[in-house]
Antibody, heavy 123, light 110 residues
Framework: EVQLLESGGGLVQPGGSLRLSCAASGFTFRHYAMTWVRQAPGKGLEWVSGISGSGEKTYYADSVKGRFTVSRDNSKNTVYLQVNSLRADDTAVYYC????????????????WGQGTLVTVSS | QSVLTQPPSASGTPGQRVTVSCSGSSSNIGSNYVYWFQQLPGTAPKLLIYRNNQRPSGVPDRFSGSKSGTSASLAISGLRSEDEAEYYCAAWDDSLSGVVFGGGTKLAVL
């Protein structure tokens, strides 16, 4: 059974940083791309970032480019999202999701999702 | 303002057939697959339709997807109370080099 468990969210001041983690199990992690999607309170889904199975290719939404960094450790079956220079509009539940393929590009095939971790940016 | 356009709400009575539309452009729906997600209240999204019209294992055949040009639709037949949820369309956008979502459609079962 595929399981994705996010952690690392919390309350942070504007300008601060956090590292979100997503521990995966139930599939051969290195064979699949992973992605991060966020949802602000009461709002819709927003794609944030994607990373290929090998970790060589990464992709970012314009809204987070230069501030967020996605990475993965295939030996630990974990994908990370380093979020820096946080702003109030980054407040959201951050979901990690498995991509139904090895590449994170060209697809919205997010076939399994975690339960999310809440990031709140406030002073 | 979402790149893909969905109606904010839709409704139907049990047993009815309802459709949810998703409008995009040549750089997203017009040239890439469309995906649909269902989000029940207080839960994570769930993949409902992939590659325009394919259902993952476990998704009832009451749910179907279609695509024509730069638009796509999700149809739900035999509407049930448990279908009350938010529905999102998504597609890769070649111009943005990223995934774009619709704003979501809240389906009410009256």
């Amino acid at each position: 059974e595929v399981q994705l468990l996010e952690s690392g969210g919390g309350l942070v001041q504007p300008g601060g940083s956090l590292r979100l983690s997503c521990a995966a199990s139930g599939f051969t992690f290195r064979h699949y791309a992973m992605t991060w999607v966020r949802q602000a309170p009461g709002k819709g889904l927003e794609w944030v970032s994607g990373i290929s199975g090998s970790g060589e290719k990464t992709y970012y939404a314009d809204s987070v480019k230069g501030r967020f960094t996605v990475s993965r450790d295939n030996s630990k079956n974990t994908v990370y999202l380093q979020v820096n220079s946080l702003r109030a509009d980054d407040t959201a539940v951050y979901y990690c999701a498995k991509v139904g393929g090895i590449t994170a590009a060209g697809t919205g095939n997010f076939d399994y999702w975690g339960q999310g971790t809440l990031v709140t940016v406030s002073s | 303002q979402s790149v893909l356009t969905q109606p904010p709400s839709a409704s139907g009575t049990p047993g009815q057939r309802v459709t949810v539309s998703c409008s995009g452009s040549s750089s997203n729906i017009g040239s890439n697959y469309v995906y649909w997600f269902q989000q029940l209240p207080g839960t994570a999204p769930k993949l409902l339709i992939y590659r325009n019209n394919q259902r993952p294992s476990g998704v009832p055949d009451r749910f179907s997807g279609s695509k024509s040009g730069t638009s796509a639709s999700l149809a739900i037949s035999g509407l049930r109370s448990e279908d009350e949820a938010e529905y999102y369309c998504a597609a890769w956008d070649d111009s943005l080099s990223g995934v774009v979502f619709g704003g979501g459609t809240k389906l009410a079962v009256l």
